[in-house]
């Protein structure tokens, strides 16, 4: 009943920045959160940041803190996660996520609703 789209990935330098959106539609007023996760090569998909209004707050993985940050437009229906001084290991796939029920933002089985995600490289 959610779809989720991403874009904005690409290449950058170490240091660099980029921002990636997630653009929901469909039945959006039944999320109550939305967050990123990522899959770097070889890895395990793993929590990045999220945003939860039933809450009220946001959650940063403790490897990002300090240099992303996640955002969101409820006017474009549109989540963002603005990356700053990127390292090599950013490296992965991002995907974002909505819930309907989300209570603890970094379990991803709590979202029931995925993209596909986009790739972000970044090159040392």
């Known amino acids: 009943q959610v779809q989720l789209v991403e874009s904005g990935g690409g290449l950058v330098q170490a240091g660099g920045s980029l921002r990636v959106s997630c653009e929901a539609s469909?039945?959006?007023?039944?999320?109550?959160?939305m967050g990123w996760f990522r899959q770097p090569p070889g890895k395990e998909r793993e929590f990045v940041a999220a945003?939860?209004?039933?809450?009220?707050?946001?959650d940063y993985a403790d490897s990002v803190k300090g240099r992303f940050t996640i955002s969101r437009d409820n006017a474009k229906n549109t989540v963002y996660l603005q990356m700053n001084s990127l390292k090599p290991e950013d490296t992965a796939v991002y995907y974002c996520?909505?819930?309907?029920?989300?209570?603890?933002?970094?379990?991803?089985?709590?979202?029931?609703?995925w993209g596909q995600g986009t790739q972000v490289t970044v090159s040392s």
């Open positions: 469909g039945r959006t007023f039944s999320v109550n959160a």
């Open positions: 996520a909505a819930g309907r029920a989300v209570t603890m933002t970094k379990n991803p089985y709590e979202y029931g609703y």
């Open positions: 945003i939860s209004w039933s809450a009220m707050r946001t």
